[in-house]
């Protein structure tokens, strides 16, 4: 089992940037991905961002390119998604996951097997 916990999460003004970490603890040796997800009020769970195994290839959502970037530290076992020029359309609840094996959908939430219990952001306009 993996345990995913999130912190980081507030409220910011437009433009304004947050920081979002989360720490993987239990069998994180057998971690391949760490990403993000979020789940806006009325809508689907939409992909955020995520790192391979090594730390060095990452992707992102159309949404969020440019402005936010994804970051893991494996000696530590952590995962940061660095959100800057955040946007009202932002806010949500932002999700911690992981996942145990190769895939290249990684934009499907179904292929993360362990998922944290979410932090929300709150953009204001």
């Known amino acids: 089992q993996v345990q995913l916990v999130e912190s980081g999460g507030g409220l910011v003004q437009a433009g304004g940037s947050l920081r979002l970490s989360c720490a993987a603890s239990?069998?994180?040796?057998?971690?391949?991905?760490l990403g993000w997800f979020r789940r806006a009020p009325g809508k689907e769970r939409e992909f955020v961002a995520t790192v391979d195994r090594s730390g060095s290839r990452t992707a992102y959502a159309d949404s969020v390119t440019g402005r936010f970037t994804i970051s893991r530290d494996n000696a530590k076992n952590t995962v940061d998604l660095q959100m800057n020029s955040l946007e009202p359309e932002d806010t949500a609840v932002y999700y911690c996951?992981?996942?145990?094996?190769?895939?290249?959908?990684?934009?499907?939430?179904?292929?993360?097997?362990?998922w944290g219990q979410g932090t929300q952001v709150t953009v204001s306009s």
């Open positions: 996951v992981a996942r145990t094996w190769y895939s290249s959908l990684v934009g499907d939430p179904h292929q993360y097997d362990y």
């Open positions: 239990g069998r994180t040796l057998s971690i391949d991905a």
